[in-house]
């Protein structure tokens, strides 16, 4: 727009300039200050080249002032679309923020519900399951259910169920698949 804008106007002073000049030069043939005929001759054609040279210079610059609008116009669309997106953009840090909040506080929650749960346990437990679960994306223990590991979901083959039926109940079981500590309920398939 700002190209536009400047070559808008430098045609608008070329036509300025030519419409000054016509003018002055109309004044003289009319005033009679020419008496050569040849001369008179060539102002006339110089007169007529600067009506040529003026129509072309208007036709430039409407041509410049439609391509200026059209710029504008998708000048305009562009700010109301990066509006648009703004609002959007605060909307969602605004969600994300709330949300981060409340996810905080529940982290609070279930860490202060963990550490009296926590305290009983044995410490090299605590700190298997603690390596497990950054290893694993944040699960360090799984369920067993109906004979199938919940952490990495693959069927356990059934020496592996009897060995697991055979351990004591105090005994740390892992998936020989994913490593993750297995949880053994009545829902496990024993």
């Known amino acids: ?3 536009l804008s400047a070559e808008l106007a430098k045609i608008d002073a070329d036509v300025e300039s030519g419409r000054t000049r016509r003018t002055r030069d109309q004044e003289r043939v009319d005033q009679g200050v020419i008496s050569s005929p040849k001369d008179l001759q060539r102002m006339l054609h110089e007169l007529e080249s600067l009506a040529r040279r003026i ?35 605060a909307t969602l840090v605004k969600t994300r923020d709330e949300r981060s909040t409340v996810l905080d506080e529940q ?44 952490g990495c979901r693959l069927a356990l083959d059934p020496a592996e169920l009897a060995s ?5 109940v105090d005994e740390v079981i892992r998936c020989e698949e994913c490593q993750r500590i297995l949880v053994r309920t009545s829902e496990s398939g024993l």
Not at 138 to 147: D, E, F, N, Q, S
Not at 164 to 168: L, M, S, V
């Open 1 to 3: 727009m700002e190209d």
């Open 55 to 89: 129509t072309s210079l208007e036709d430039q610059e409407l041509e410049v002032m439609e391509r200026l609008e059209m710029a504008q116009q998708e000048h305009d669309s562009l700010a109301a679309q990066l509006a648009a997106a703004d609002d959007r953009l």
């Open 107 to 150: 982290l609070r929650d279930v860490a202060a519900e963990r550490s009296p749960v926590a305290e009983g346990l044995p410490s090299d437990l605590l700190t298997l399951y603690d390596k497990l679960r950054e290893n694993k994306g944040g699960v360090g223990a799984a369920p067993l259910r109906a004979g199938e590991c919940g």
């Open 164 to 168: 697991i039926r055979a351990a004591g």
